[in-house]
Nanobody, 125 residues
Framework: VQLQASGGGLVHTGGSLRLSCVVSGRTGRRYALGWFRQAPGKEREFVASIAWNGQITSYADSVKDRFIISTDTTGSAVALQMNSLKPEDTAVYYC???????????????????WGRGTQVTVSS
């Protein structure tokens, strides 16, 4: 399985961006999908995740009510709509897949075994 993220860029405070991640080579397995981010000098942190059926989501408190995670009907793509962006949202964003506990979005980061390359999001003040 491979993940390919895209959609990062530079935006002003209050702006919006939409990140996309394509999942290829699934071979019928089910995955919960998530987004994580890592700012310079900081540890990678959870942003949002969604269960395999697209029905249950989970968000970090810092992005709740501003970001929306969604999947397509086949679970082969996951998107992160980011609104009301703040400078503190600046980071490299990664999508990841979790087959261990695919039925829930609430899982430790270590359950996400497959990671895509990151995409840079920069929010200017």
């Amino acid at each position: 399985v491979q993940l390919q993220a895209s959609g990062g860029g530079l935006v002003h405070t209050g702006g919006s961006l939409r990140l996309s991640c394509v999942v290829s080579g699934r071979t019928g397995r089910r995955y919960a999908l998530g987004w994580f981010r890592q700012a310079p000098g900081k540890e990678r942190e959870f942003v949002a995740s969604i269960a395999w059926n697209g029905q249950i989501t989970s968000y970090a408190d810092s992005v709740k009510d501003r970001f929306i995670i969604s999947t397509d009907t086949t679970g082969s793509a996951v998107a992160l709509q980011m609104n009301s962006l703040k400078p503190e949202d600046t980071a490299v964003y990664y999508c990841a897949a979790n087959a261990k506990t695919f039925w829930t979005p609430s899982a430790p980061q270590t359950n996400f075994e497959i990671w895509g390359r990151g995409t840079q999001v920069t929010v200017s003040s």
